[in-house]
């Protein structure tokens, strides 16, 4: 399973991004699916998920109200939109996939938000 992040940027507060991430090699309805994230000096932490089966969605508190995972399975790509941003959303964005039940093993390359008061 490759993966491939982008759309990151530089956004002011309030503002909206969108995150995609490219698979390949598996499709994305067949792997759990998440996003998740590393601000300077802090571990990466999860933001969001979404199963393979059934296309079950998850979201940190952090960003509950605030963002929404979604998928085209027609284009085997994972999304990430991201709206009222803040300044603490700040971070690398990475795309990662699992195997039902396994941990994730799958990871893309980061993309980088910024998110300026």
């Known amino acids: 399973v490759q993966l491939q992040a982008f759309g990151g940027g530089l956004a002011q507060a309030g503002g909206s991004l969108r995150l995609s991430c490219a698979a390949s090699g598996r499709t994305v309805d067949s792997l759990d699916m998440g996003w998740f994230r590393q601000a300077p000096g802090k571990e990466r932490a999860f933001v969001a998920a979404?199963?393979?089966?059934?296309?079950?969605?998850y979201l940190a508190d952090s960003v509950k109200g605030r963002f929404t995972i979604s998928r085209d399975n027609a284009k085997n790509m994972v999304y990430l939109q991201m709206n009222i941003l803040k300044p603490e959303d700040t971070a690398v964005y990475y795309c990662a996939a699992r195997f039902v039940h396994r941990n994730y093993d799958y990871w893309g390359q980061g993309t980088l938000v910024t998110v300026s008061s």
């Open positions: 979404i199963r393979g089966s059934g296309g079950t969605t």
